[in-house]
């Protein structure tokens, strides 16, 4: 039997992070939380958590020079997971309380849901279509669903990075990948199996 796999979670201040702690050992993979960007750089794999404003998280990241370490990183070919504000964050920019600039890893924005009539956040149950082969997605049934809490959403200026969507007033990008990047609107944390199954996908592949 072979070492656990593992990832480190980044602690920018705004994650969820002993929830996506528990659920990468209740998959059989270790995690440890950390804002050394000197560990970021050394991972084996990284995850993104978030919780709050876009422009908030950003802020945090360049104070404790964690989106240098997470580009660097990017860069070199380790695997990186964006869970919901970490998903955003992998975006050129975002609108949310004015114009700010992401990590750029992923070419596209951050747009909030305007459609008259619809309740914001987004919160509940919500199912994925799966747009083409990804190994974050191996084994989910078509159709899955996942628990979502978000009031804006990604739009990727190459169709080819989104590989799942989801229909709430709009069709918008619920699964990214560019590279050995990748992210997904929902928490997988809060979406029982096949939120773990995704997860052990992202450890084991």
Not at 98 to 119: E, N, S, Y
Request: charged share 20%.
């Amino acid at each position: 039997m072979g070492p656990q796999p593992s990832a480190l979670i980044i602690d920018y201040g705004m994650g969820n992070l002993r929830s996506v702690e528990k659920a990468i050992a209740a998959v059989g993979g270790t995690a440890r939380i950390s804002d050394d960007p000197e560990a970021v750089r050394r991972a084996e794999r990284l995850i993104l958590p978030g919780v709050g404003a876009f422009g908030d998280a950003m802020a945090n990241l360049k104070k404790g020079g964690l989106d240098e370490a997470i580009l660097e990183a990017a860069a070199n070919g380790v695997p990186l997971l964006g869970l919901c504000l970490g998903l955003q964050l992998m975006f050129e920019e975002s609108e949310e309380f004015g114009a700010h600039r992401g990590l750029g890893i992923i070419p596209g924005r951050v747009r909030k849901f305007d459609v008259p009539g619809l309740h914001v956040p987004h919160v509940g149950w919500n199912q994925v279509e799966q747009l083409r082969p990804d190994r974050l997605l191996s084994g989910v049934p078509e159709g899955a669903y996942f628990y979502f809490v978000h009031s804006y959403f990604v739009e990727p200026v190459d169709e080819a990075h989104a590989t799942a969507w989801t229909e709430y007033g709009v069709r918008f990008c619920s699964v990214a990948r560019r590279g050995t990047v990748c992210g997904a609107q929902f928490h997988p944390e809060k979406s029982q199996e096949t939120g773990k199954l995704l997860l052990r996908n992202f450890l084991t592949t």
